[in-house]
């Protein structure tokens, strides 16, 4: 078999490069302001987020790392990033509420099966009582029940 050479030679890439060069030399001209003005939001909305972050863990005393998973929860569920944080607040009221021995709060974590105080009479972690909280709803066998405890923690959010 005969060694045949086959040379191809590519130019259509410094032909293109060349145009790039030139549109990308414009769109800097152009876009220069835009793309630093777009940043400057980025950065801008970015802080907001850390804030209100910041802001709800100061308030209910949960851990940012527990919020940002609820954010994330929340998002890909539909609900907005505000709904989140306005349930755990209502959350961590009725945490409070049932620690002061209103009946109607003590009773939900009651049927949830969640006690607020470890064995040794220390307030269970907002972090624990969240966790025991999914369990305890996740094993209601009823609906309507389960939706009128979350209602009555969580608000409607």
């Known amino acids: 078999m005969a060694n045949k ?21 414009r769109l800097k001209s152009i876009g220069g302001a835009a793309a630093g003005g777009a940043l400057a939001l980025i950065v801008n909305k970015s802080f907001d ?3 209100a972050l910041g802001k709800t ?3 209910t005393g949960i851990a940012t790392d527990t919020l940002q ?4 929860a929340a998002r890909e569920s539909g609900t907005t990033v505000e709904g989140a944080n306005t349930a755990l607040i209502k959350f961590a009221r009725s945490v409070g509420d049932a620690s002061r021995g209103l009946k109607t709060q ?9 006690e607020l105080k470890d064995t040794e009479g220390n307030m269970k972690s907002f ?19 389960r939706a009128a405890a979350l209602a ?6």
């Open 5 to 25: 050479k086959v040379k191809i030679e590519l130019t259509a890439v410094d032909t293109t490069k060349a145009a790039f060069d030139k549109l990308g030399g």
């Open 49 to 51: 987020a850390v804030d």
């Open 69 to 72: 998973a609820f954010h994330l």
């Open 152 to 157: 009555g923690l969580f608000g409607r959010q």
């Open 127 to 145: 972090d624990t009582l969240l966790e025991e909280t999914a369990i305890g709803v996740s094993n209601m066998a009823d609906q309507t029940t």
């Open 57 to 59: 863990s100061t308030q």
């Open 106 to 114: 003590a009773d939900i974590f009651k049927d949830l099966g969640v």
